[in-house]
Protein backbone atom coordinates (compact mmCIF):
# COMPACT_ATOMS: atom_id res chain seq x y z
CA UNK A 1 0.00 0.00 0.00
CA UNK A 2 1.03 3.87 0.07
CA UNK A 3 1.58 3.96 3.61
CA UNK A 4 3.66 0.86 3.35
CA UNK A 5 5.96 2.16 1.08
CA UNK A 6 6.35 5.45 2.61
CA UNK A 7 7.22 4.45 5.83
CA UNK A 8 9.39 2.31 3.82
CA UNK A 9 10.75 4.99 2.53
CA UNK A 10 11.66 6.40 5.50
CA UNK A 11 14.17 4.22 5.99
CA UNK A 12 16.49 5.20 3.60
CA UNK A 13 19.13 7.34 4.96
CA UNK A 14 20.83 9.04 2.64
CA UNK A 15 19.00 8.40 -1.29
CA UNK A 16 20.68 9.56 -4.13
CA UNK A 17 17.92 11.13 -5.58
CA UNK A 18 14.29 10.40 -6.16
CA UNK A 19 14.14 7.54 -8.37
CA UNK A 20 16.65 5.79 -5.67
CA UNK A 21 14.10 6.84 -2.49
CA UNK A 22 11.05 5.50 -5.09
CA UNK A 23 13.14 2.49 -5.97
CA UNK A 24 14.10 1.67 -2.23
CA UNK A 25 10.12 2.38 -0.92
CA UNK A 26 8.53 -0.10 -3.68
CA UNK A 27 7.05 2.75 -5.19
CA UNK A 28 8.68 2.36 -8.09
CA UNK A 29 8.82 -1.26 -9.50
CA UNK A 30 11.55 -2.35 -11.41
CA UNK A 31 12.70 -5.98 -12.63
CA UNK A 32 15.88 -7.45 -11.50
CA UNK A 33 18.02 -6.28 -14.26
CA UNK A 34 16.91 -3.06 -14.11
CA UNK A 35 19.84 -1.24 -13.97
CA UNK A 36 20.56 0.40 -17.50
CA UNK A 37 16.46 1.87 -16.63
CA UNK A 38 17.59 2.68 -13.42
CA UNK A 39 20.60 4.49 -14.83
CA UNK A 40 18.38 6.32 -17.33
CA UNK A 41 15.94 7.50 -14.54
CA UNK A 42 18.68 9.14 -12.53
CA UNK A 43 19.97 10.64 -15.42
CA UNK A 44 16.47 12.43 -15.71
CA UNK A 45 15.81 13.27 -12.57
CA UNK A 46 19.62 14.43 -11.62
CA UNK A 47 18.58 17.49 -10.29
CA UNK A 48 17.48 15.72 -7.03
CA UNK A 49 20.75 14.39 -6.45
CA UNK A 50 22.10 14.91 -3.22
CA UNK A 51 19.00 16.82 -1.78
CA UNK A 52 17.46 15.61 1.83
CA UNK A 53 14.90 12.88 2.55
CA UNK A 54 12.30 15.57 2.42
CA UNK A 55 13.19 17.06 -0.50
CA UNK A 56 12.83 14.03 -2.77
CA UNK A 57 9.59 12.90 -0.91
CA UNK A 58 8.09 16.15 -1.95
CA UNK A 59 9.42 16.04 -5.43
CA UNK A 60 7.90 12.52 -5.42
CA UNK A 61 4.85 14.21 -4.24
CA UNK A 62 4.65 16.91 -6.39
CA UNK A 63 4.83 14.48 -9.24
CA UNK A 64 2.03 12.05 -8.12
CA UNK A 65 -0.21 15.04 -8.09
CA UNK A 66 0.28 16.39 -11.35
CA UNK A 67 -0.11 12.59 -12.49
CA UNK A 68 -3.67 12.45 -10.08
CA UNK A 69 -4.80 15.44 -11.32
CA UNK A 70 -4.36 15.00 -15.39
CA UNK A 71 -6.17 11.61 -14.69
CA UNK A 72 -8.89 12.78 -12.70
CA UNK A 73 -8.88 15.97 -15.51
CA UNK A 74 -9.15 13.40 -18.56
CA UNK A 75 -11.56 10.94 -17.31
CA UNK A 76 -9.13 8.60 -16.50
CA UNK A 77 -9.95 5.08 -14.14
CA UNK A 78 -8.14 5.64 -11.16
CA UNK A 79 -9.75 7.94 -8.54
CA UNK A 80 -8.25 9.42 -5.43
CA UNK A 81 -8.96 6.84 -2.88
CA UNK A 82 -4.70 5.60 -3.12
CA UNK A 83 -3.43 9.11 -4.28
CA UNK A 84 -4.80 10.41 -1.03
CA UNK A 85 -3.15 7.99 1.20
CA UNK A 86 -0.09 8.65 -0.85
CA UNK A 87 -0.09 12.20 -0.34
CA UNK A 88 -0.78 12.05 3.69
CA UNK A 89 1.68 9.42 3.95
CA UNK A 90 4.76 11.38 2.14
CA UNK A 91 3.37 14.62 3.90
CA UNK A 92 3.81 13.17 7.02
CA UNK A 93 6.89 11.73 6.50
CA UNK A 94 8.29 15.23 5.10
CA UNK A 95 7.08 16.90 8.45
CA UNK A 96 8.32 13.75 10.12
CA UNK A 97 11.92 14.13 9.17
CA UNK A 98 11.83 18.39 8.68
CA UNK A 99 10.60 18.45 12.04
CA UNK A 100 12.97 15.99 13.95
CA UNK A 101 16.02 18.21 12.35
CA UNK A 102 14.66 21.04 13.89
CA UNK A 103 14.50 19.97 17.46
CA UNK A 104 17.89 17.89 16.98
CA UNK A 105 19.48 21.52 16.29
CA UNK A 106 17.12 22.75 19.08
CA UNK A 107 18.63 20.85 21.54
CA UNK A 108 22.00 20.89 20.34
CA UNK A 109 21.64 24.63 20.67
CA UNK A 110 20.33 24.63 24.42
CA UNK A 111 23.21 22.06 25.29
CA UNK A 112 25.78 24.86 23.89
CA UNK A 113 24.36 27.40 25.95
CA UNK A 114 24.27 25.77 29.42
CA UNK A 115 27.81 24.19 28.66
CA UNK A 116 29.05 28.19 27.89
CA UNK A 117 27.35 29.66 31.16
CA UNK A 118 28.46 26.70 33.17
CA UNK A 119 24.85 24.70 33.66
CA UNK A 120 25.17 20.75 33.50
CA UNK A 121 23.48 19.77 30.03
CA UNK A 122 20.43 18.23 30.77
CA UNK A 123 20.19 20.17 34.01
CA UNK A 124 16.63 21.45 32.66
CA UNK A 125 15.02 18.10 32.28
CA UNK A 126 14.10 16.55 28.70
CA UNK A 127 14.98 20.24 26.88
CA UNK A 128 17.98 18.87 25.39
CA UNK A 129 16.65 15.44 24.71
CA UNK A 130 13.82 16.60 22.71
CA UNK A 131 12.30 13.82 20.39
CA UNK A 132 9.22 12.71 18.08
CA UNK A 133 7.70 9.86 17.33
CA UNK A 134 8.80 7.23 14.71
CA UNK A 135 8.28 7.47 10.96
CA UNK A 136 5.85 5.30 10.46
CA UNK A 137 3.50 7.03 13.04
CA UNK A 138 3.66 10.51 10.73
CA UNK A 139 3.48 8.51 7.63
CA UNK A 140 0.20 6.34 9.66
CA UNK A 141 -1.44 9.68 10.82
CA UNK A 142 -0.89 12.34 7.44
CA UNK A 143 -2.52 9.68 5.16
CA UNK A 144 -5.88 9.09 7.40
CA UNK A 145 -6.27 13.05 7.77
CA UNK A 146 -5.80 13.33 4.09
CA UNK A 147 -8.10 10.50 3.43
CA UNK A 148 -10.69 11.76 5.75
CA UNK A 149 -10.32 15.01 4.46
CA UNK A 150 -10.87 14.18 0.67
CA UNK A 151 -13.84 12.04 1.12
CA UNK A 152 -15.23 13.48 4.63
CA UNK A 153 -15.21 9.92 6.31
CA UNK A 154 -13.07 10.46 9.26
CA UNK A 155 -14.35 7.62 10.93
CA UNK A 156 -13.61 5.27 8.16
CA UNK A 157 -10.50 6.44 7.36
CA UNK A 158 -8.96 6.05 11.11
CA UNK A 159 -10.54 2.21 11.10
CA UNK A 160 -9.17 1.81 7.35
CA UNK A 161 -5.52 2.87 9.04
CA UNK A 162 -5.81 1.10 12.09
CA UNK A 163 -6.64 -2.12 10.46
CA UNK A 164 -3.80 -1.28 7.93
CA UNK A 165 -0.58 -1.03 10.99
CA UNK A 166 -2.50 -2.41 14.03
CA UNK A 167 -0.39 0.61 16.16
CA UNK A 168 -2.12 0.78 19.30
CA UNK A 169 0.01 3.61 20.14
CA UNK A 170 -1.22 6.05 17.48
CA UNK A 171 -5.19 6.06 17.83
CA UNK A 172 -5.76 9.21 20.07
CA UNK A 173 -3.19 10.84 17.27
CA UNK A 174 -4.82 8.94 14.27
CA UNK A 175 -8.41 9.77 15.52
CA UNK A 176 -8.13 13.69 16.35
CA UNK A 177 -6.18 13.90 12.90
CA UNK A 178 -8.80 12.15 11.10
CA UNK A 179 -11.48 14.35 12.86
CA UNK A 180 -9.39 17.61 11.96
CA UNK A 181 -8.98 17.16 8.61
CA UNK A 182 -12.42 17.47 7.16
CA UNK A 183 -12.64 20.70 9.46
CA UNK A 184 -9.81 22.43 8.15
CA UNK A 185 -11.50 21.26 4.30
CA UNK A 186 -14.42 22.63 4.88
CA UNK A 187 -12.80 25.98 6.30
CA UNK A 188 -10.56 26.16 3.23
CA UNK A 189 -13.38 25.42 0.62
CA UNK A 190 -15.95 27.91 2.53
CA UNK A 191 -13.27 30.55 2.12
CA UNK A 192 -12.21 30.17 -1.35
CA UNK A 193 -15.96 30.34 -2.40
CA UNK A 194 -16.27 33.25 -0.51
CA UNK A 195 -13.43 35.15 -2.24
CA UNK A 196 -14.35 33.48 -5.00
CA UNK A 197 -18.11 35.56 -4.78
CA UNK A 198 -16.28 38.60 -3.79
CA UNK A 199 -14.61 38.60 -7.19
CA UNK A 200 -18.26 38.46 -8.69
CA UNK A 201 -19.08 41.88 -9.94
CA UNK A 202 -22.50 42.83 -8.94
CA UNK A 203 -25.57 42.05 -10.56
CA UNK A 204 -27.07 45.57 -11.93
CA UNK A 205 -30.71 45.78 -11.21
CA UNK A 206 -32.93 45.40 -14.73
CA UNK A 207 -34.95 48.43 -15.14
CA UNK A 208 -38.65 47.00 -16.20
CA UNK A 209 -40.23 49.62 -17.50
Same mark, same amino acid.
Given at each position: T???? #? +??????????????????? !??L??PAD??P $??? /??RG? $??? #? /????? %???????? !????? @????? $?G?????????? /??F????????????????????A?A???? +??????? =?????????????? #????? &????????????????????????????????????? @??? &??? $? =???????R? %????????????? =????
Amino acid at each position: TAVTA #A +QQAADVALPAGAVDAAAAA !GILELPADSAP $LLE /SLRGG $LAF #A /SGQSL %EANLLLLL !GAKLL @ATAFC $LGAGLIGGAFAP /SLFFGAVLGLAYQSAAGGGLSLLADAIASY +QSSVGIP =VGSWGVIPQLTIAD #APAYA &TIGAAATLSAVFRAPLTASLLLFELTRAYDIVLPLLA @AAG &TGP $L =VAEFANRRI %EEAGRRREPPNDA =VDVA
